[in-house]
């Protein structure tokens, strides 16, 4: 019996060391793909619901995938804006660098937010993200959108 508690237990620790570290990563999608010098980056959005007080409200996040073709370490850079798409123009909510290995991916990484109240209407909410290999060329822009309010 106490060898099969051991085994359960052990069992256990491995599964949870096998669940990703971000409880929200499941709730990030991603869109097209753009790249530029063998930097390939994903604009990626979030969004989770929240009260305060009375009032409904959502925080929406933007995100990036990045992928390295090539044959050796690149620092990376990324922005994104986010805007409301119906009449919004676009704001900068963040940026950032990292580097990512030769021939390897990393992401989502979050690179900013924003909390939006939720009206009557089920706004649709777009980011777009951007990346460039360091002392490289702006990629295109690769863009993600959701309703800000869904349930």
């Known amino acids: 019996m106490l060898k099969r508690t051991g085994t359960v237990v052990a ?4 599964a949870a060391l096998a669940l990703p570290a971000d409880a929200q990563a499941a709730a990030v999608a991603c869109g097209g793909s753009v790249s530029t010098q063998g930097i390939t980056g994903n604009g990626c959005i979030s969004a989770e619901r929240w009260k305060d007080g009375h009032v409904f409200m959502r925080n929406i996040t933007a995100h990036t995938v990045l992928t ?13 804006y986010f805007r409301v798409v119906s009449g919004g123009h676009w704001v900068k909510i963040g940026n950032g660098r990292t580097v990512v290995q030769r021939r390897s991916t990393v992401g989502p ?3 900013g937010s924003t909390d939006r109240v939720c009206g009557p209407v089920n706004v649709k909410v777009e980011i777009r993200v951007h990346v460039r290999p360091a002392r490289g060329a702006w990629s295109n822009w690769s ?4 309703s800000q309010c869904q349930t």
């Open 11 to 14: 069992a256990a620790a491995v």
């Open 68 to 80: 390295n073709t090539r044959p050796h370490a690149s620092w990376v850079e990324y922005e994104a």
């Open 109 to 111: 990484i979050a690179i």
């Open 143 to 146: 863009s993600a959108a959701t």
